[in-house]
């Protein structure tokens, strides 16, 4: 974290490039001189043109104040200039000298340095420089430090890679200098931390691909001492009681239908959950066959661990020590009014996290909806759904959130593990559940959703050492300043620069979705398909169109290849297919199918060493047409029924095959077709769904699942698991 400006020093030029320059940081041929005289030996010796600027420990900003002198061709031009930067020194500057360089300009000019982030610590950058960086804005981050692999994957995550290659006569980029640069500057930020900032701009490419940094500068500050320690996570007893009570004690039931004690006691008991069910109600009324009792004192010591609290602020703390005195381990909190509100709300949440922990229960919220486990078949939450068994591991700061991505669960058929809204995660964070998510053996992803951070070294450390075990899906809110804004109002929590963050999550192998859509659909993936051995895809289709723009997408994917069709599997395709088929990828069967034709070429594809992942589309059309034909007047009349049936048992196939060899081979098969969505009853997606597969919308919808899990593959084979 960087301090306040007053508190830091901007080093002279001379200072900051030798300082750069122990860390690697190729540094233009300079001299530093104090006369007009020794400024023209200098050019002289270094050769024609140069560039002359005043330099001194207080001058930073020279351009503002007109302290450079550019393209200077003879010696009688570089003492004028040198006279006239001298005569410009103010007695604020102090000691001053000339500095006199060679006049280096290239076509391409980048930009690196290092940023010291108030949430995530120092942080290596890298983008496009010069009179361009703020139009472009073509920029990367990775924490730092970082390591060659790292450095490479930072280079390629530029949105702007021609830059990087022979342009414009120009050689391609020495890549190994650029990543030593990166790799020297991560090196100079775990140094030093003292160092705030350093910016390096322009980063010059010479014609020859080598990079020279022509300026840089070096802000130094204090270190931060504030940073807090990052709590403890909950054991594993304490989750076990949260997922999985032996019982569970609503706090608060009413016998009111509209109110949070109603619908969480009914939603306990819709969904199945077997263990012992408890209400509080001072009145000790009824509810739901439920009869409550006054006092959690009345209830039978060790017989619930888990409490779902639906009572004011103002009582939750008696409330905690009762249970405490119960055995109970874990409470969630519906409770509103505590630090999303006021710094009165704060200081109420801060001593309740207090307590909580002075008497070893598990605090989840306030400010939650609930919290969801169906291996237990419990869905405590004030809203609905419950959604189906599966292996997707829910944490979100937005309750919202946890239901959309229920919704979702219940619309596509793949199910979830746990579920839970964080709330304020005022004791326990969303990083915190993944983290154990990450041990559990009913989950297979973690999806999240983050908006507030208020540690995010801490937050990425927990969420690296979650994403080292399973998948990790996360999407954020609050990547613009308006809605930065916005979190900060709901979780009263700040938004994190949205770069830094990003360049976090990938340091980390943390899967970052660009929205909830996207990351519900990348869990659903995760958790249903086999992780690709590489990155070759072959697209295999029943029609032309929908192939193309499949290719598309699978092109504009920098870590999926469009792979070539390898001779052996072309050859053996055209035993199946007519001689009209595209002989390309995608493969597009030419309208030339018949009853095996769909399962055989699948098979051949996917049984294919060099063939990684398949996608394929077009499932569901003769049950399309199967469709109207049920629903037309003539049916079941002129072999309608017979037809009708054909086809949607063919579908139904399609959609097994995919199932079967994706299980055989250990490879993914996507299968995709718009009628997921626009005819979810359709044989085709409905088979898929009950394979217990995601069917996918659209190609693009696939694509970018697929390099998601690419990626994710990438980064583990890269640290070797």
């Not at 301090?3 to 001299?31: F, M, W």
């Amino acid at each position: 974290m960087a301090s306040d400006a007053h508190d830091s020093t901007t080093l002279s030029e001379q200072a900051s490039k030798s300082l750069l320059a122990e860390y690697g940081i190729p540094i233009a041929a300079e001299r530093f001189v104090a006369s007009a005289a020794e400024a023209g030996d200098a050019a002289d010796a270094l050769g024609y043109p140069v560039v002359a600027k005043l330099n001194g420990d207080t001058i930073a900003h020279k351009t503002e104040r007109g302290l450079v002198r550019l393209r200077l061709a003879d010696r009688s031009a570089v003492e004028a200039a040198a006279s006239d930067l001298l005569g410009a020194a103010r007695p604020e500057d102090g000691d001053v000298t000339v500095l006199v360089a060679p006049m280096i300009s290239g076509i391409r000019e980048l930009i690196a340095g290092v940023v010291r982030d108030e949430q995530f610590g120092p942080t290596v950058m890298l983008g496009v420089g010069g009179i361009l960086a703020e139009a472009v804005a073509d920029v990367v981050f990775r924490p730092a430090p970082l390591d060659e692999q790292t450095a490479a994957k930072m280079i390629g995550d530029l949105a702007t890679q021609k830059l990087l290659g022979e342009f414009r006569g120009e050689a391609a980029v020495d890549l190994e200098q650029l990543k030593a640069v990166l790799v020297g500057l991560g090196r100079l930020a775990a140094d030093r931390d003292d160092v705030a900032s350093v910016d390096i701009n322009p980063l010059i490419v010479e014609p020859s691909g080598a990079l020279v940094a022509v300026d840089g500068l070096v802000e130094l500050a204090p270190p931060s001492t504030t940073r807090a320690a990052l709590r403890p996570r909950p054991s594993n007893e304490q989750f076990q009681a949260l997922f999985e009570p032996k019982g569970v004690v609503v706090s608060g039931a009413s016998t009111h239908p509209g109110k949070f004690g109603f619908v969480s006691l009914h939603n306990i008991l819709a969904s199945g959950y077997s263990g012992a069910v408890f209400g509080t109600n001072l009145k000790g009324e009824e509810v739901l066959g439920i009869q409550t009792v006054a006092d959690i004192a009345e209830i039978p010591d060790g017989a619930a661990d888990l409490v779902f609290v639906c009572t004011p602020a103002s009582t939750n703390p008696d409330l905690l020590r009762a249970c405490a005195a119960k055995g109970i381990g874990a409470a969630f909190l519906t409770s509103a009014g505590y630090g999303e509100s006021d710094a009165a709300g704060q200081e109420a949440e801060n001593a309740l996290v207090a307590l909580a922990d002075e008497l070893g229960i598990l605090l989840a919220g306030p400010n939650g909806q609930g919290v969801v486990s169906t291996p237990v078949n419990l869905c405590a939450q004030i809203v609905a759904p419950n959604p189906p068994a599966g292996g997707i591991g829910v944490a979100s700061q937005s309750g919202n959130f946890v239901s959309t991505f229920l919704n979702m669960s219940r619309a596509s058929g793949v199910g979830i593990s746990r579920a839970i809204s964080a709330g304020n995660a005022a004791a326990v964070s969303v990083a915190d559940y993944l983290d154990w998510y990450a041990e559990d053996d009913a989950t297979t992803v973690g999806l999240a959703y983050v908006e507030g951070i208020t540690d995010g070294k801490g937050l990425m450390d927990r969420l690296a050492g979650a994403a080292a075990r399973k998948p990790l899906v996360l999407v954020k809110g609050g990547a613009t300043e308006g809605g930065a804004q916005a979190a900060a109002s709901h979780t009263g929590a700040l938004a994190a620069d949205d770069k830094i963050f990003d360049g976090a999550c990938r340091s980390a192998g943390i899967t970052r979705a660009a929205n909830v859509t996207e990351a519900f659909d990348t869990a659903a993936t995760f958790a249903t398909q086999p992780l690709p051995a590489g990155p070759n895809v072959l697209v295999l289709t029943t029609v032309g169109g929908w192939g193309v723009v499949t290719a598309d997408a699978i092109t504009r994917e920098r870590d999926l290849n469009l792979m070539d069709i390898p001779a052996d599997l072309e050859a053996a395709i055209d035993e199946l297919l007519p001689p009209r088929w595209s002989k390309n990828n995608p493969i597009d069967c030419a309208g030339g199918e018949t009853r095996d034709t769909v399962p055989d070429v699948m098979a051949l594809c996917a049984n294919h060493p060099e063939v990684h992942s398949i996608i394929y589309l077009g499932l569901g059309i003769q049950s399309n047409q199967a469709r109207m034909m049920r629903e037309g007047k003539f049916f079941p009349d002129h072999g309608l029924e017979r037809i009708v049936s054909y086809h949607e048992r063919q579908d139904a196939r399609f959609a097994v095959a995919a199932h079967e060899l994706s299980l055989a081979t250990d490879k993914p098969i996507l299968t995709c077709t718009e009628l997921a969505l626009a005819d979810p009853d359709n044989a085709g997606p409905a088979t898929v769904r009950a394979t217990g597969r995601l069917c996918y919308s659209s190609g693009g919808q696939a694509v970018t699942a697929l390099g998601h899990m690419v990626r994710y593959q990438l980064f583990r084979q890269a640290r070797g698991r």
